[in-house]
């Protein structure tokens, strides 16, 4: 959602089109505004935002790699206004709308709770502020806030300005030991970021749900998967082809079985977060070969939904 390319490292480094990706946005798109609107039964909407993570983990690294490889740096400020040209508009526009209708619509005794809110949303620290206030923002909720959904954007905010970072730093480190490769060093890295991140997850989930939910903390895990995946390209390539599609099949019936089954609350994070976000992960790995599920969420509607899905997501909450 919040990373908009569409783009996977390829075995030589080059990007390769990855439209079953933007179909799968697509359909978590779908499925959460099904669920907000709590029309036709699907309880799991909610997980849209754990295929969102994974996607965007996927896409970041996929788009930092074949820069590194094609010129051996990769130009952080470049990223880093690319990235704001990209998502900031469509967030500040929705910010503004809110904030109007928040003046226009709630009570006075809301306004400042309101302001709060968007100052912490203009920091990515949002997630931070619900915490504190018990609020676990799921599915829209008055009592949350106008600007609760934000949370998300802080969460993967905070990955998008730490891990390119994190990425030049090893990646620097690994050129200067020759013989160790690139994405080796990088690959142990968001194993070793990845591991701690989930098991805080799983332990904060029996201790305080409400941070489990939205710590940045115990939601980087999901982010690593979908990086590893990135920097596992050209191994996924080779990957024989019908082995590929059962992978790929199989990991969106487990999406499709977690939207139709996953209810919102403490239960569905922790080891229950896995359930979908592997789901993602093998679909990405599949890669958009025939016979796998690119060819259903390559069709041309879920990739029309899929490439409007971050705007829809800031709009559907307010």
Do not use: K, N
Not at 135 to 164: K, S
């Amino acid at each position: 959602m919040v990373v908009r390319a569409e783009r996977q490292t390829g075995s030589g480094g080059q990007p390769d089109h990855r439209p079953d990706i933007t179909g799968l946005r697509g359909l978590a798109v779908v499925a959460l505004l099904l669920t907000s609107a709590g029309v036709g039964g699907l309880p799991g909407g909610v997980v849209a935002v754990d295929i969102f993570l994974v996607v965007s983990g996927f896409l970041l690294t996929a788009t930092l790699l074949p820069e590194w490889i094609r010129t051996g740096a990769v130009s952080l400020p470049g990223f880093y206004a690319r990235s704001a040209r990209r998502l900031l508009p469509t967030a500040a526009l929705v910010l503004a709308v809110s904030l109007v209708l928040a003046l226009l619509l709630l009570p006075e005794a809301r306004w400042a709770q309101t302001g709060w809110d968007l100052l912490a949303t203009g920091l990515t620290g949002l997630h931070w502020r619900l915490a504190e206030r018990g609020v676990t923002p799921v599915l829209p909720d008055p009592t949350a806030g106008i600007l609760a959904h934000y949370w998300v954007l802080g969460v993967a905010g905070q990955f998008i300005l730490l891990w390119p970072l994190l990425f030049v730093g090893v990646a620097t480190w690994a050129v200067r030991r020759r013989g160790l490769g690139l994405r080796r060093p990088l690959l142990i890295t968001l194993g070793v970021l990845g591991l701690a991140s989930l098991a805080w997850s799983v332990q904060l989930t029996t201790t305080d749900p409400t941070r489990a939910h939205l710590a940045a903390t115990a939601r980087f895990w999901e982010f690593a998967l979908g990086g590893g995946l990135a920097l596992l390209g050209a191994r996924l390539h080779r990957l024989p082809g019908r082995f590929a599609a059962a992978l790929g099949w199989s990991g969106l019936a487990t999406v499709v079985v977690a939207v139709c089954t996953v209810r919102p609350g403490a239960h569905h994070l922790g080891y229950a977060t896995l359930f979908t976000a592997l789901g993602t992960a093998a679909i990405i790995a599949a890669g958009a070969g025939r016979g796998g599920p690119a060819v259903l969420l390559g069709r041309r509607p879920l990739r029309a939904v899929g490439a409007l899905a971050y705007p829809l997501y800031l709009w559907h909450w307010p």
